[in-house]
């Protein structure tokens, strides 16, 4: 019997965890699941017969090296930042390894030591990253194939709320970790490349320069820049590309309002306020705004956005409570983001009959025989409830699948690796479309941008 050991039960582990079990009978898996809550690691496994549940602390050395010195290949589902030690031990016990985060520097240094012992430590194999990465390389190796030569290349993706769960003036729920949504876009201006020229977004102005998308059969999005799009012309081998630009969908009117929360500085996570366990909601929204003791905290509040009686964007502030004197924020110690945090995760939370909807676009233009053409590709996947999400199924289900061809011997080529040859894309991808992750392509016409214009 092979041993998967999962280390980590929350929620994008779910679907993960479920095909795995599926297939445990016809593969003779055991699938060992280790979680600091040895509740959250039963309730996944639901009393499957070829489960086993156990408590993990990350930080026991001995039992983390005992539990991955006894399985066959090792599936961590950590945050990204805890990755790195059970990769050592991977390298030690000479284990495969399948994470969904992106590659880190001290996970890249071992890919020596990994090839040297012909591991295969798969990295970036969930949704974005993951997914995205496979479904791009596999229509940018057609069209290079059959001599063509890129010079666009957009992608855009977004964890939403499905249209029927919709029940918020801002049209979305928290699908994925609330902290990440409300620190998004932080941390250094967006770039990306246009036209052959080098663009940068300062954050205070990101959720301003939004593109509008359309994807068939689901109507119009918007689309706000990533941090860095320009690390991606190497990974997928567009050193010479004209356009290069990743970015963020949201439903339209989502980013200018959330820019007003940036404007006001809501979203810093620098600094810690005052007595903030006491503060109410009001209190909050105050403490961002000028002294004049003749005004409302909702006049100012309008003066200073310039925000009109009439503009429906007020609405949406109101749905959040933000003016409620009496509720009060009940964090020690906390920074503004975190008290936006609290704020939204008590109104974006999905409800049990929620469903949550993924979305994801793609844009090529390439030119062939003297002509420009562009493709576009678009997935949009519909979670089940509030267990088996949308989330969940498209980052778990490409990481469990790979696991088990690795294990499988199906996927041969060792390393510290992500999802872009055709060994690893073509087998995942094909077998995703059996659960609904369905990529839709059509031809456009070639929408490239006039660099006489600049």
């Known amino acids: 019997m092979k041993k998967i050991l999962i280390i980590g039960a929350g929620r994008s582990s779910s679907s993960l965890i479920n095909y795995l079990l599926n297939k445990s009978e016809e593969e003779n898996l055991q699938i060992k699941v280790a979680d600091v809550s040895i509740e959250l690691a039963e309730e ?5 017969k070829n489960g086993i549940a156990v408590t993990l602390d990350i930080f026991d050395i001995e039992h983390r090296r005992e539990l991955i010195k006894e399985s066959d290949i090792v599936i961590s589902m950590l945050p990204a930042i805890l990755h790195l030690e059970v990769a050592k031990d991977c390298v030690e016990y000479e284990k495969n390894l399948v994470t969904a985060s992106y590659i880190s520097d001290e996970m890249k240094s071992l890919d020596k030591q990994v090839k040297s012992k012909g591991l295969i430590f798969m990295n970036e194999v969930g949704l974005d990253p993951g997914i995205d990465h496979m479904s791009a390389m596999q229509i940018i190796d057609k069209i290079r194939e059959e001599g063509g030569k890129m010079i666009l290349f957009e992608s855009f993706t977004g964890g939403l709320v499905a249209p029927e769960s919709d029940t918020n003036l801002w049209n979305y729920k928290f699908t994925w970790n609330p902290r990440n949504v409300v620190l998004a876009g932080q941390g250094g201006a967006a770039k990306f490349i246009q036209e052959g020229k080098y663009k940068y977004i300062p954050y205070h102005k990101l959720f301003r320069r939004t593109e509008i998308l359309n994807i068939d059969g689901h ?7 990533n941090r860095d799009s320009l690390k991606y012309r190497e990974v997928y081998g567009l050193e010479d590309i004209l356009t290069l630009y990743r970015g963020t969908i949201r439903k339209v009117g989502f980013s200018r309002a959330w820019n007003c929360f940036v404007q006001l500085g809501m979203t810093d996570d620098t600094y810690i306020m005052e007595n903030s366990e006491n503060m109410s909601y009001r209190d909050f929204m105050n403490s961002f705004l000028s002294y004049n003791p003749h005004d409302s905290v909702e006049l100012k509040l309008r003066s200073y956005l310039k925000i009109w009686q009439d503009d429906n964007m007020w609405e949406k502030f109101e749905e959040l409570d933000l003016f409620n004197p009496d509720k009060k924020v009940g964090l020690k110690d906390a920074t503004p983001a975190q008290i936006l945090e609290k704020i939204l995760t008590d109104s974006w939370k999905l409800a049990p009959e929620d469903k949550d909807m993924i979305v994801m676009l793609h844009k ?73 992750i369905i990529f839709n392509e059509k031809e456009v016409s070639y929408l490239g941008y006039n660099p006489e214009k600049e």
Do not use: C, R, W
């Open 219 to 225: 109507g119009k999005f918007e689309g706000y820049a």
């Open 44 to 48: 996944k496994i639901q009393n499957h």
């Open 364 to 436: 090529f233009g390439y030119e062939l025989n003297g002509e420009k053409h562009q493709i576009e590709s678009s997935m949009v996947v519909k979670g089940d409830d509030q267990i088996y999400t949308a989330m969940a199924k498209t980052v778990g289900l490409p990481v469990a699948i790979a696991a088990l061809k690795i294990l499988k011997g199906e996927i041969k080529t060792p390393g510290v690796q992500l999802p872009i040859s055709k060994e690893v894309y073509t087998p995942i991808l094909k077998e995703l479309e059996e659960y609904g």
